[in-house]
């Protein structure tokens, strides 16, 4: 009895000592049915309806957890994401045997992007015709796609699904008029654009308004520096990755032409070239 009793113990040290020395991963990418990468959305392991792990996509809709024990467990993704469906994976088995990979297609949900552009064309038409009323102008760039993703969403003609694809072009050019609004608001919306979207994975409008706001920052170079020094370093370090994803501040080097800002602002420039050095890495 002693006999058996000891291979047990033996047995469970062994698989608790093999686990420990692995570092098992659960990985994949989360993208929509159209192809779309989601960003910054999560991914969950549950066990009996409790999260034991966590984490969000990256940039390019990929995850990376490590897996904290083994057994049958349900993976989900999306989890309170606005435009999407969540979608679970159930009894999926982790063993000490491989790194396991899942990838996610999230379907939207129809009815939350109906009411969101809904939302956006109302805005506008009471902007077109309260045209010195700035109050309905705020809320015409309140509606506006916060993101590449959502720009896509509203915009885009791949969305089968009711948006406002017929409406794009002009919404995209009224937003880049000729004094549609202050500089500093320019530069706060480009800076919460770029907290979630990477032009790498950039679509056709989400380039449109790349193009557009890229105009509006080199001429109100200053301007920026001024906003930025206000923010939080992440913020700044994601927007400048932003800038760079875009293909027009530099590839191998970095755009010169915000040098002669270093001296006035020399916290924010260095942060500057600090995600350009990054940038880098990634490419």
């Known amino acids: 009895m002693k006999a058996y009793f000891s291979i047990l113990v033996f047995s469970i040290y062994f698989v608790v000592s093999s686990f420990k020395g692995k570092t098992l991963e659960l990985t994949g990418k989360v993208t929509s049915e159209h192809g779309f990468v989601i ?49 679970k994976i159930e009894n999926c088995e982790f063993t000490l045997k491989k790194n396991i990979e899942k990838n996610f297609v999230l379907i ?71 004094n549609f609004t202050g500089r500093t608001t320019y530069m706060i919306l480009f800076v919460k654009f770029a907290q979630k979207t990477d032009m790498r994975t950039a679509k ?43 293909g027009s501040y530099g590839k191998q080097k970095m755009d010169t032409s915000f040098d002669y800002l270093e001296p006035k602002y020399p916290e924010i420039y260095n942060l500057m070239v600090y995600a350009h050095e990054n940038y880098l890495k990634t490419l």
Not at 41 to 54: C, D, F, P, R, S
Not at 65 to 83: D, E, H, M, Q, S
Not at 116 to 134: A, D, G, T, V
Not at 219 to 224: D, G, I, Y
């Open 39 to 87: 960003p910054k959305t999560y991914v969950q392991i549950l066990e009996k309806g409790e999260i034991i792990a966590q984490t969000k996509t990256d940039n390019f809709g990929k995850y990376k957890i490590l897996i904290p024990k083994v057994g049958k467990f349900t993976i989900r993704a999306g989890y309170k994401n606005k435009f999407f469906h969540s979608k």
């Open 204 to 246: 056709k409008n989400t380039r449109t308004f790349y193009n557009g706001a890229v105009e509006i920052i080199n001429k109100n170079k200053e301007v920026l520096f001024n906003e930025l020094q206000n923010l939080d370093e992440k913020y700044v370090l994601n927007f400048f990755l932003w800038m760079f994803s875009g």
């Open 108 to 178: 939207i949900d129809k009815q939350v992007l109906h009411e969101e552009c809904s939302r956006l064309r109302e805005s506008y038409r009471h902007m077109i015709h309260n045209s010195k009323n700035l109050g309905y102008r705020r809320s015409f760039l309140n509606r506006f796609p916060k993101s590449g993703l959502e720009m896509e969403l509203f915009f885009s003609s791949e969305v089968l699904d009711l948006n406002l694809k017929k409406e794009a072009k002009k919404y995209l050019n009224t937003i880049f008029e000729r």
